[in-house]
């Protein structure tokens, strides 16, 4: 193949049309070239090349997925200038003769594949009764101490408050399982959306001086103002005070902490044993082994689920494994050699798993197998 047919594969790289055959190629340079390679390349070669290629490397117009892991352009222009000439020179030969690497990378995940999680949640009514949201139509779908429970758009759920003198609260359950999401309105207009292996407990209508809910699992929410009805969200642990405000809270079980991300507002936490402490807009409490430490935050980042991405910031190995697998249902033992190693980055969720994998796998210092739904790390 001769070099206008090369850099046409950059091109489709570029608008995102490559084939898994090419994109194969192409990740196999990234990972196997070298910086001593640039030797191969005259200054008046890079100066040639400047204008036509520097706009088309990923590693210069940031892709929808970028390399996770947090690597320093020491060697600036003159490496990856080179490396876009090599890309160029090589591609005819991986072409011809890597076509075993190839099949590999296609075979590595072709029939174990895992799509991305979906809208899906079970409603558990007072009575004990459940209802797979998944499978309920759109429409009114019960009725509950003086509220019609309604979903709309197949991924939300609403309760609209009619008629209800009762001075005492119906429970309802709403559970996402892993691999799922689902967002509900409540009665007094709150919306909340949950991430996947979470789950919110509320009343129908809310009576007396407060709001109140419990929460597991990861939760965002956009409270609706009411200065005589006070909004409470209880999770394990600590005990969350608003009037009208969004944030986010992070409070798996699986975690080392809860933490407790404020966009908006102003939020007042209760941790047992601890004073209260009020978060103000771009601030993070995180509350580990008893003590409650706040801290400033990027906290759109905090959201990253709620917008359908995953962000990292120098996040460690095994909190993002943690994060894949609740997402992917799937299971992800993370060793203890690799867990404080850090990664940066943005990755779609909309992406099947084999995709953020493959973009994991690009930094060279993990590798993945995956048998059905287990995915086993190495170094």
């Known amino acids: 193949m001769d070099t206008y047919k090369a850099k046409l594969i950059l091109d489709k790289y570029r608008e995102g049309t490559c084939s898994e055959e090419e994109l194969a190629l192409l990740e196999s340079w990234y990972v196997n070239s070298q910086p001593a390679d640039i030797d191969l390349i005259s200054g008046q070669d890079l100066i040639a090349i400047k204008n036509d290629i520097w706009n088309t490397l990923p590693v210069h117009n940031e892709p929808e997925i970028i390399p996770v892991k947090k690597i320093k352009l020491s060697t600036s222009f003159k490496y990856w200038a080179a490396a876009a000439v090599l890309i160029i020179l090589s591609v005819s030969i991986y072409l011809t003769k890597h076509n075993d690497f190839i099949r590999k ?18 409603l558990t009514l007072a009575n004990g009764s459940t209802i797979v949201l998944d499978n309920a139509n759109n429409g009114v779908i019960a009725g509950q101490n003086g509220a ?44 909340v959306w949950l991430n996947a292996k979470s789950s919110l407990k509320y009343p129908t209508c809310f009576v007396g001086s407060e709001r109140r809910v419990e929460l597991t699992g ?36 699986d975690e080392n902490s809860i933490s407790t991300s404020l966009l908006q507002g102003s939020i007042k936490i209760w941790a047992q044993d601890i004073p209260a402490k ?102």
Not at 166 to 182: D, Q
Not at 228 to 234: A, D, E, L, S, Y
Request: charged fraction near 20%; aromatic fraction near 8%.
């Open 278 to 379: 009020v978060l103000s807009p771009g601030e993070k409490a995180i509350l580990a082994d008893n003590t409650l430490n706040i801290q400033r935050s990027n906290v759109e980042d905090e959201i990253d689920w709620v917008n359908n991405d995953f962000i990292f910031n120098n996040s460690d190995l095994c909190s993002i494994l943690r994060k894949i697998s609740r997402w992917y249902d799937v299971e992800i033992n993370c060793p203890a050699e690799l867990s404080n190693m850090k990664f940066s980055g943005k990755i779609s969720r909309s992406k099947n798993i084999q995709q953020v994998l493959n973009i994991m796998e690009l930094t060279g210092s993990v590798n993945f197998k995956i048998e059905e739904r287990r995915i086993t790390v190495m170094p």
């Open 148 to 191: 019609s429970v309604i979903k709309t758009n197949g991924e939300n759920l609403s309760y609209q408050r009619e008629n209800n003198n009762s001075s005492v609260e119906t429970i309802n359950l709403l559970t996402v399982p892993a691999g799922g999401f689902y967002t509900i309105t409540l009665s007094d207009g709150t919306k």
């Open 105 to 122: 990378v296609n075979n590595k995940f072709a029939s174990t594949d895992i799509k991305p999680g979906s809208a899906k949640a079970t």
């Open 218 to 253: 990861e939760g965002y929410f956009e409270v609706a103002h009411n200065t005589n009805q006070p909004f409470k969200v209880k999770t394990k642990g600590q005990v969350i005070e608003v009037l009208g405000t969004r944030f986010n809270i992070n409070a798996y079980g």
